[in-house]
Every structure is written in structure tokens, then in C-alpha cells.
């Protein structure tokens, strides 16, 4: 059986529970996440965030409220809103609405088990119960990677000026993961 006949078998089941206008939803708990970090300083993020070790304690809704912590913590985090808001809207036009619910409660799932398996290494190696720490920055990364493949030529307006098509920013993106990588292993010296 292939991916695709898996994957349409699942639509025919569960396509008529998917959630609509997914994105939108998912841009309101950042806008929420945003004014309760504003009001509250940034300390109601430590009752947030995926902390894996928390969570193994007892603090399950952490699986969740990660979501509310959005992908950026300045001002701009309107324009950072509206910006995953229109790639996700599009996404879900392109791949339709159950792929789309798919792809992104995939993200969410396959965040918590690599969080989970963050913390078994870390623990294994160190032998002490750490906080590995989940955010929902790699799922947003990945829904723009995603963008980006299926609409290289698309342009937007850096910094409201500047065109530039999606395709070089995904290269800056790749750039940083791969630094991120770099700096990850440098830290740790498990290279």
C-alpha cells in the first residue's frame, strides 16, 4: 500500500473533521501568546513552554500551551503573524484542507517526540534530568521550507522595500539551520 493511497484512505475517514482555516487559528494563540507575554513581562512563557522534563512530571498541558509562545517577541511579531498567516492560508489552498491539518498536527506531534528524545539523550549523557526545551519555531520554519518549494518565484517585500523571491529566503533559512547545527555541536563538543 503507498503513502498516497494511506493518506486518501485517511481523508475518506477523517476528512470531514479537519479543521478549517487551520492557520488562523494557530496565528490567534500567537497573538494571545504575544499580549499574556506583554502583561505578564515574558514570565507566564516558564508555564508554557515544552519542557519535556515537566511534562514527564505531571504538567501535560504543556504539550499545548507551547503553541501560544509566538515565533517572535518584538513589535514586529505582528508583521512575523501575518506573514506565516498568508504562507499558511496558501498552503492550504494548494495542498487542501486535510493535507494541510496533517502536515501541521504532524509538526506538532513529531515536536513532542523530538523534544522527548532530546531529553532521553540528555539524560543519557549526562546522566542528570535536564530541560529540553520544545518551541514551534522548526514547524513554522518548516511550513515556509514548504512555501518555498512549491513557490520558489513568489516575491515578497523585505522589509516593505526590498523585493525578493521566496527561494533566496529559504536559502538564508537553510543557512541558519546549518549554523544553528554548527554552534549546537561547538557547544556541546559531541563533534
Known amino acids: 500500500m503507498s503513502k498516497q493511497s494511506f493518506l486518501v484512505k485517511l481523508e475518506r475517514k477523517w476528512g470531514r473533521y479537519a479543521i478549517r482555516n487551520l492557520t488562523t487559528y494557530l496565528c490567534a494563540l500567537y497573538a ?33 500551551t507551547f503553541l501560544l509562545i509566538p515565533p517572535d517577541y518584538s513589535i514586529l511579531v505582528i508583521i512575523t503573524i501575518l506573514f506565516y ?3 499558511g492560508t496558501s498552503m492550504e489552498q494548494t495542498w487542501g484542507t486535510f493535507y494541510y491539518n496533517v502536515y ?10 523530538g523534544t522527548f528524545l532530546g531529553w532521553v539523550v540528555a539524560y543519557i549523557f549526562t546522566g542528570e534530568s535536564t ?14 521550507l514548504a512555501f518555498a ?4 518565484d513568489h516575491q ?12 533566496y529566503l529559504a536559502y538564508f533559512y537553510y543557512v541558519l539551520i546549518a549554523y544553528d547545527i554548527f554552534q549546537y555541536v561547538r557547544l556541546n563538543e559531541w563533534g
Open 32 to 64: 494571545i501568546g504575544y499580549l499574556i507575554m506583554l502583561f505578564t513581562n515574558g514570565m507566564s512563557f516558564m508555564l508554557f513552554d515544552l519542557d519535556m522534563r515537566l511534562v514527564m512530571q505531571g504538567q501535560v498541558w504543556r504539550l499545548f
Open 156 to 167: 515578497i517585500l523585505f522589509m516593505f522595500i526590498i523585493p525578493l523571491k521566496v527561494k
Open 131 to 144: 530541560s529540553i526545551i520544545g518551541t514551534n519555531y522548526y514547524l513554522m520554519m518548516s511550513l515556509f
Open 85 to 87: 498567516w498568508s504562507i
Open 104 to 113: 501541521m498536527i504532524g509538526g506538532v506531534i513529531f515536536t513532542w517526540i
Open 149 to 152: 518549494m512549491l513557490y520558489p
